[in-house]
């Protein structure tokens, strides 16, 4: 049994080990920041409806505080015109009943729009905060990215060194050097032997030539032949 587990945790692990190298982490960092541009699109937009039933919200809590705060001064001018006589009592007093009871129903939605602008007015601050949460994501991985590329590029440069480093064989190289040295040596001892060899070559005549001066004794002949000529006592000079 444990033979089996053992071999179990072993695929386990050349699996994942197979599915880290299919990995390119560059690709996925560039999809993460892709997808964290997408919910940014999207909290944007959610976040401009959100703003817009707050606005919303707010002008018609201000709608309905108006409304509230008009049917209260028409309940007060038909009770004046009342007293002044203007008006029947009776029928000024149901005219501001009724006007109070809008004044009543507008006060309530005053109360249920104020309810719903600040539940508004908190869904907008919680939005923004992820708005500038994604943000700050983004710019950071953006940045975690320009890293993550020169990383990239530093580790490719130095593994294709340290191969290129890895493949020479330093015995070898020696070894070559060693034949070459041979060779010189073999190059110079042929030179060498060329060179003994054209001497050995050489004639007595030339050996005996070498041994005085020729061309100082036929310089001497020449005097004298050339004084013969001129009638030049060789004992005058």
């Known amino acids: 049994m444990n033979f089996f587990k053992r071999l179990f945790k072993i695929g386990e692990a050349e699996a994942h080990s197979a599915i880290d190298k299919m990995e390119d982490p560059i690709k996925m960092t560039e999809q993460g920041i892709r997808d964290m541009k997408t919910d940014l699109e999207k909290s944007l937009e959610a976040l401009a409806q959100v703003k817009a ?115 020479i064989d330093g015995s070898s190289t020696v070894s070559m050097l060693e034949r070459m040295k041979d060779k010189v040596n073999q190059e110079e001892a042929l030179a060498e032997a060329y060179g003994d060899m054209a001497n050995s070559s050489k004639s007595i005549d030339d050996e005996i030539n070498n041994a005085i001066d020729v061309t100082e004794v036929n310089a001497a002949d020449d005097l004298a032949k050339l004084k013969e000529q001129l009638g030049i006592d060789n004992k005058d000079a």
Do not use: C, P
Request: hydrophobic share 35%.
């Open 53 to 167: 039933l707050a606005i919303r919200a707010k002008n018609e809590t201000e709608d309905f505080a108006a409304r509230a705060e008009d049917y209260q001064q028409k309940a007060m001018l038909i009770l004046k015109k009342a007293q002044n006589g203007d008006l029947d009592t009776a029928e000024a007093d149901r005219l501001a009943r009724e006007a109070l009871v809008k004044k009543e129903e507008s006060m309530q939605h005053v109360t249920r729009t104020k309810g719903e602008s600040d539940k508004f007015d908190k869904s907008v601050a919680q939005l923004e905060k992820n708005v500038q949460e994604i943000k700050k994501n983004i710019s950071k991985w953006e940045n975690e990215l320009k890293t993550l590329k020169a990383r990239v590029k530093v580790s490719k440069a130095t593994q294709n060194l340290n191969k290129q480093m890895a493949e």
